[in-house]
């Protein structure tokens, strides 16, 4: 049983552009968390969606960060316009249902330069 | 709001030494309280947990006890292995009764090197 798989491991993108950041849960799980880790910070909650819905968002910024998880396919974070404040790494975790441990994936460090 | 707050690193100790990480914790309800590791270059892994007052969770000869009367969840180890090396984090959630563990509130994390 694979576990959360994310995509790409390393992105760099130039101040401007647009970040795509993919998450497959584990085979059976419906619930997956987006977490953001700072430089020499612990993770920080951003966003808790189950399949078609944002069910908690109160973590993400306002402006420039979107999260989707469709009936297919695997959970997209999309952040528009990065600026260098925006360099992190990018954890998003899974679980068959809400009170269960949260199973992670190996992150996808982004770079914006 | 609630709060985790870590003992800060690096913690650097010889191989079979006794492994003791601070975490005392702010909430204004019950939360569980959990352990991750971090290995280099990898994800969160969950290493133990508690969900009430008094609860010891245990695991890989790691240890620790959720002391409400004193707000701490201290991680420990009898005797550290070079491959313990990894940043550990505290961790709660579930403080206001939602009932959901996956938002999680971390602390900043703690680096142990541990060396032969």
């Known amino acids: 049983n694979a576990g959360v798989m994310q995509n790409p491991r390393h992105l760099v993108r130039r101040r401007g552009q647009e970040a795509r950041l993919r998450c497959s849960p584990m085979k059976g799980h419906s619930h997956v968390y987006w977490y953001r880790q700072l430089p020499e910070e612990g993770l920080k909650f951003m966003v808790y969606?189950?399949?078609?819905?944002?069910?908690?968002e109160s973590g993400m910024p306002k402006e420039r960060f979107s999260a989707e998880f469709p009936k297919e396919g695997p959970s997209i974070l999309r952040i528009q316009q990065v600026v260098r404040g925006d360099s992190a790494a990018y954890f998003c975790a899974s679980s068959p249902q809400e009170n269960s441990p949260l199973h992670f994936g190996n992150g996808t460090r982004l770079t914006v330069t | 709001g609630d709060s985790v707050t870590q003992m800060e690193g690096p913690v650097t100790l010889s191989e079979e030494a006794f492994l003791t990480i601070n975490c005392t914790y702010t909430?204004?309800?019950?939360?569980?309280l959990f352990w991750y590791v971090q290995y280099p270059g990898e994800g969160l892994q969950l290493l133990l947990k508690a969900t009430k007052a008094d609860d010891k969770g245990s695991n890989k000869g790691f240890e620790a006890t959720y002391r409400k009367e004193t707000t701490s969840f201290h991680l420990e180890k009898g005797s550290v292995q070079v491959s313990d090396s990894a940043v550990y984090f505290c961790?709660?959630?579930?403080?206001?009764?939602?009932?959901?563990?996956?938002?999680?509130?971390f602390g900043q994390g703690t680096t142990l090197q541990v060396k032969p």
């Open positions: 969606l189950q399949k078609e819905n944002i069910i908690d």
């Open positions: 909430a204004t309800g019950y939360p569980s």
């Open positions: 961790a709660l959630s579930g403080s206001h009764g939602s009932g959901n563990t996956g938002k999680l509130i």
